[in-house]
């Protein structure tokens, strides 16, 4: 587990293992110098902003052999570059955040009250 922390100001936990996600490859939505894209935000991809982001010159539905990467289906969870999720977000499709797995250094651009309207399942709660 990381040592990171979560935007509710708990320990970030993992966001997906199985696609492994995180720009380190961790399944955590870790930050570190070599990660311009700031992949920070942990979601629960839908098909609308598959779409989206395929339109925007990433597709991450199709598979990708050469870099182990099976491609994303609908209900997958993916740290996803906190840019992109406003992009989505202006465009009304941002995908449902996981709070718990969303790290806290996205809160420099996105504020709490934001990431929690657009909150997945339980994740609407207080730090833990």
Known sequence: MSSSRNVL????LACSYAPLTGFYR????EVGPD????HLVCTRVTSEFLHFSRQAGNDLSTPRPEYRFAGLKP???WCLC???WLEALDAGIAPPVVLEATNEAVLELVELDVLRAH????????AG
């Open 75 to 77: 209900g997958d969870r």
């Open 119 to 126: 909150a997945y399942g339980a994740s609407t709660g207080s």
């Open 82 to 84: 906190a840019l992109r």
């Open 35 to 38: 990660d311009r894209g700031l």
């Open 9 to 12: 100001g708990g320990s970030l």
């Open 26 to 29: 961790t399944g955590c939505c």
